[in-house]
């Protein structure tokens, strides 16, 4: 069945360093591609999203890029921020019906002033 | 719009008592998801609809556990007899379109005792 794996946490990095959480996927057909973000206390947001391969989504500097020929969608971002500290879960959609995400495992992402 | 509309915010229960959980999902949105977080087992989709109809139960843990959507602008997840391992945080979704992802609201703290 469809899964989306991505890397394990916590990541712990310093204020304006360059950030990757990395996402990779299977899928039996061309699903669409998510970053949630969640801050404590709160539920998931929509960070941003890919509906097909090549395209990027981006939001508040953070940046993806759906690849399909290495099923990977993973997050970057050029210079992180302590605010920018939250769980990250990469996720698919496929399918009719009600259109069922899957999410990754979630990754912890620290940030220190 | 308010977004996701999820109550209570917190709940304490003691063990064997009946828990609803309420959830008033986005004008429009013609698809609801009811999601389990723990620490343990991450987030978890336990049920959803579309267009009112019930679509998915499997990941519904047993029998104890219920969903209903009587209306568009409605859902409810009853729990019951609650059990302390039913302590989680439980939040509802709500999309239109596998392309625009979900939106969540802020989750129900379930805690019984």
């Known amino acids: 069945g469809d899964s989306v794996t991505q890397m394990e946490g916590p990541v712990t990095l310093s204020e304006e360093a360059f950030l990757t959480i990395n996402c990779t996927y299977t899928a039996t057909g061309y699903p669409s591609l998510f970053w949630y973000v969640q801050y404590p206390g709160e539920g998931l947001q929509l960070l941003l999203k890919?509906?097909?391969?090549?395209d990027k989504g981006s939001n508040k500097g953070f940046e993806a890029t759906y690849r399909k020929e290495t099923t990977s969608f993973h997050l970057e971002k050029g210079s992180v921020q302590v605010s920018d500290s939250a769980v990250y879960f990469c996720a698919l959609s496929e399918g009719t019906g009600g259109f069922k995400t899957i999410f990754g495992a979630g990754t912890r992402l620290f940030v220190k002033a | 719009d308010a977004g996701v509309i999820q109550s209570p915010r917190h709940e304490v229960t003691e063990m064997g008592q009946e828990v609803t959980l309420r959830c008033k999902p986005i004008s429009g949105h013609n698809s609801l998801f009811w999601y389990r977080q723990t620490m343990m087992r991450g987030l978890e989709l336990l049920i959803y609809f579309n267009n009112n109809v019930p679509i998915d139960d499997s990941g519904m843990p047993e029998d104890r556990f219920s969903a209903k959507m009587p209306n568009a602008s409605f859902s409810t997840l009853k729990i019951q007899p609650s059990e302390p391992r039913d302590s989680a945080v439980y939040f509802c979704a709500s999309n239109q379109d596998r392309g625009f992802g979900y939106t969540f609201g802020s989750g129900t703290r379930l805690t019984v005792v």
């Open positions: 890919a509906t097909k391969a090549d």
